[in-house]
């Protein structure tokens, strides 16, 4: 009989293991999706929704399921039992042969005081610290992050995006970025630190590095150790913690061991990939490749000809500038960057999945072919089918 593999969780991670599943398990695999939600939300275009730039699009995660072939429960998960392979949800206990966890990791405030941009739910309040800016309220805006886990792009891309509008609007405000940071955008290495200092020079966006924030209030942000910054209003990102499912193993962060593919370490038939794992950098497009490596350790072990691959991170990014956006691409630890103005990859999308990409390039309308597709090294090669719908080549 086919193997049950039961996904907790439909976000990024969760859904490209089913679609990979799907595609590498020869039918020797069902799987059975457990979510609370109802929908995707593709959150990394949350950052321009306040400009009235983008969007963040959101998708039936039951079109999702369908086409990867998958069931879906509406449920929150409350607790496994590794030993009976069951979990506990809100809408009852369900069995399973193999376990991933797709869960993600829970956002929370990190900066008393600030302005925290979790993405969506928080456009309101963000949108707030525009009209006082541009109304008067508040001439200098500061934008930090925390230390730890977590995903800088989005405080960089807000900072951008903000000195782009106001200057639109002639207001005059001051913007400043503090970050614990050695470098700024330092995972993507020295290219990119370079190409961000000189955005910021010409937008005059100062930037403060190596520098933890601690609270904000009584107009400054004041910094761990000695230090502050005046600051009228203070956007901060959250700090990530994992969710802490009752019978899994987690450290002092609630994050889950795991090995090179992707095995939760002293379980058996249990994985986890995305924010969840305790791989510390937390990206969409390093979530699908661990869902992958997950997947084919999976689908192999089912009995599928597939030869697994371990998690080997290649770190992609489009940061938006108000302007031109920059690609950028890294294997994480070499600090060698790749850089450009046009697609590095294709779909030239936020998050990169190898099986997730094709169906919400056909959603989002990325239909056309890549621009420059003679000289340009794109990695995720995908094509038109016959019938239409994109497919990797």
Same mark, same amino acid.
């Given at each position: 009989m086919a193997k049950r593999v039961l996904v907790l969780g439909a976000g990024v991670a969760g859904l490209e293991a089913a679609l990979a599943l799907q595609a590498l398990g020869e039918g020797r695999v069902t799987v059975e999706l457990v979510s609370p939600d109802s929908e995707f939300v593709y959150r990394p275009l949350a950052v321009a929704e306040p400009f009235r730039l983008a969007e963040a699009r959101r998708f039936p995660v039951a079109h999702l399921a369908e086409a990867a072939g998958a069931s879906v429960t509406v449920a929150s998960a409350l607790r496994v039992d590794p030993d009976r392979k069951t979990v506990e949800t809100s809408a009852g206990e369900i069995d399973y042969d193999v376990l991933l966890l797709a869960l993600g990791a829970k956002p929370l405030v990190a900066v008393p005081g600030a302005v925290t941009f979790r993405g969506p739910r928080d456009e309101a309040a963000f949108e707030a610290v525009l009209s006082d800016a541009k109304e008067g309220r508040a001439h200098r805006l500061v934008f930090t992050m925390p230390?730890?886990?977590?995903?800088?792009?989005?405080?960089?891309?807000?900072?951008?995006?903000?000195?782009?509008?106001?200057?639109?609007?002639?207001?005059?405000?001051?913007?400043?970025?503090?970050?614990?940071?050695?470098?700024?955008? @330092?995972?993507?290495?020295?290219?990119?630190?370079?190409?961000?200092?000189?955005?910021?020079?010409?937008?005059?966006?100062?930037?403060?590095?190596?520098?933890?924030?601690?609270?904000?209030?009584?107009?400054?942000?004041?910094?761990?150790?000695?230090?502050?910054?005046?600051?009228?209003?203070?956007?901060?990102?959250?700090?990530?913690?994992?969710?802490?499912?009752?019978?899994?193993?987690?450290?002092?962060?609630?994050?889950?061991?795991?090995?090179?593919? @992707?095995?939760?370490?002293?379980?058996?038939?249990?994985?986890?990939?995305?924010?969840?794992?305790?791989?510390?950098?937390?990206?969409?497009?390093?979530?699908?490749? @661990?869902?992958?490596?997950?997947?084919?350790?999976i689908a192999a072990e089912a009995g599928a000809q597939v030869e697994p691959q371990p998690f080997r991170p290649v770190l992609r990014g489009i940061l938006l500038t108000g302007l031109t956006p920059r690609f950028m691409r890294t294997e994480l630890g070499t600090y060698e960057t790749e850089l450009d103005t046009e697609a590095l990859w294709w779909p030239p999308a936020k998050i990169v999945g190898r099986y997730l990409a094709p169906f919400l390039a056909d959603q989002l309308q990325l239909s056309s072919p890549p621009p420059g597709a003679g000289s340009v090294k794109v990695e995720v090669e995908l094509d038109r089918g016959p019938a239409g719908a994109w497919q990797r080549i």
């Open positions: 230390a730890g886990m977590s995903w800088p792009l989005p405080l960089y891309e807000l900072a951008l995006l903000t000195a782009v509008h106001l200057s639109d609007t002639g207001s005059e405000v001051t913007i400043e970025l503090v970050t614990p940071e050695p470098e700024p955008l @330092q995972l993507f290495g020295k290219a990119a630190s370079e190409a961000i200092t000189e955005l910021f020079g010409l937008h005059g966006i100062r930037l403060v590095t190596s520098t933890i924030p601690l609270e904000a209030s009584g107009g400054v942000l004041r910094f761990l150790g000695t230090g502050e910054t005046a600051a009228d209003r203070v956007i901060a990102l959250p700090r990530l913690e994992g969710p802490r499912l009752e019978g899994i193993p987690h450290d002092g962060n609630g994050f889950v061991p795991v090995d090179e593919h @992707q095995r939760v370490r002293d379980l058996e038939d249990v994985f986890a990939a995305g924010d969840i794992a305790s791989f510390p950098v937390k990206q969409g497009g390093l979530a699908a490749q @661990q869902a992958d490596a997950a997947a084919e350790a």
